[in-house]
């Protein structure tokens, strides 16, 4: 068998090896604490999910890549009110399945595997598509380590690093460590991107996933340059739903979707329907910010009692974790399966060792499972 080497040369994905886990769990009969994969529980808004059947026509033909102009028009306002920003629906939004795909072409549109500047820039710990749509892009990826507060500071890249550099990639909130850039560093970023002539991309999917004080976009700095993703699938419990939305400079945007009409990277029109409903309403958001936080104080609760260290989480849907001494993220994620506690190890996000000492958690579970996990946690201290 003959493989593309760039794929064989992969580890596994991060939540084929969850899966796994969990299953090995089940089979042996023992009660799982999945806060591993970001997958939530709490059920997808009815009024989201009957947008869908009525949208599915008797013959349901190809979607189109810039897709209706009811969801980028949604979208727009939700941007309008969120980021108090305007955009063109027209020339400036792309429905996408999820912010996963998005993630993973988006380098297609700027990498040439041949050229010397193929450098692409991402936050390391981070989520692990952006070195994977790199590598298979043909770009030469560059893990930017992250520790302290894990803040990417991209002006802190050394300029032959950024003279080489096609893409850079930012995520605020960041997964896993639920950091946030200021609107002060969003724009030195930026900055830094326009005087070396590099596409700044950046992931916001967890733009509306906060607790304390709502996080910038970069689309609030500046357009020019700029790419920015975002999805429903935490805001919206729409996960399996594939939904996101791209977004950013004009002219980038018509590549974009010049590129995105050669593999048909288009969501059904029935998805972009109920899209449009979730974009058009925050107060669902709302709701469930609310439960992501009723969950986030039970297990913060927990950790500071237990004196583990959550680190960097201000928004997104995770917590970071410091393991105890004597323990790697590995070796206490592998502990913690012991109690039936499903977590992910920090070295699954990252490329360098910036993640070995932590264990990254999903606020899956609803609160009183999550309590029960404290429970069952608590009996391995």
Not at 17 to 23: A, E, N
Not at 37 to 46: A, M, R, V
Request: proline share 8%; glycine share 8%; charged share 20%.
């Amino acid at each position: 068998m003959r493989l593309n080497p760039r794929l064989a040369a992969l580890p596994s994905y991060p939540t084929v090896v969850l899966d796994q886990k969990r299953s090995a769990l089940l089979e042996a009969g023992r009660r799982v604490f999945d806060f591993g994969t970001g997958d939530p529980t709490e059920p997808t808004p009815e009024f989201i999910r009957a947008q869908v059947a009525p949208a599915i026509p008797d013959n349901c033909r190809y979607p189109t890549v810039l897709g209706g102009s009811a969801v980028r028009e949604a979208f727009a306002g939700w941007v309008a009110r969120r980021f108090g920003v305007a955009i063109n629906p027209a020339t400036q939004a792309l429905p996408s399945s999820g912010s996963k795909e998005a993630v993973f072409h988006l380098p297609l549109l700027v990498v040439d595997p041949q050229a010397d500047d193929r450098t692409v820039v991402f936050p390391d710990p981070g989520y692990s598509v952006y070195y994977r749509g790199a590598v298979l892009a043909g770009g030469d990826p560059f893990p930017q380590r992250l520790s302290g507060d894990f803040k990417q500071r991209v002006w802190e890249l050394s300029p032959d690093v950024l003279r080489r550099t096609r893409l850079v990639w930012i995520n605020s909130p960041h997964n896993p460590t639920g950091a946030v850039l200021s609107r002060a560093e969003l724009r030195r970023t930026w900055e830094v991107c326009r005087q070396y002539d590099i596409l700044l991309a950046s992931d916001e999917c967890y733009a509306d996933t906060w607790f304390d004080e709502p996080p910038p976009s970069i689309l609030e700095v500046a357009q020019e340059g700029v790419i920015a993703i975002f999805s429903l699938s935490k805001r919206s419990g729409m996960t399996g739903y594939r939904t996101g939305m791209i977004a950013g400079d004009p002219a980038w945007m018509q590549r974009l979707r010049e590129l995105r009409v050669n593999p048909g990277l288009a969501p059904q029109d029935f998805v972009n329907a109920a899209a449009a409903a979730a974009w058009s309403d925050d107060g669902h958001a709302d709701e469930r910010r609310g439960l992501f936080r009723q969950k986030r104080e039970v297990l913060m609760s927990f950790l500071e009692r237990a004196g583990l260290e959550v680190v960097a989480s201000e928004a997104s849907f995770y917590l970071w974790v410091r393991v105890p001494s004597g323990h790697t993220g590995q070796s206490y994620a592998e502990r913690l399966l012991e109690a039936g506690i499903m977590t992910n190890p920090g070295s699954a996000f990252a490329v360098t060792d910036a993640g070995d000492a932590f264990v990254r958690l999903a606020l899956v579970p609803d609160v009183e499972t999550c309590r029960e996990a404290c429970a069952a946690w608590a009996a391995l201290l």
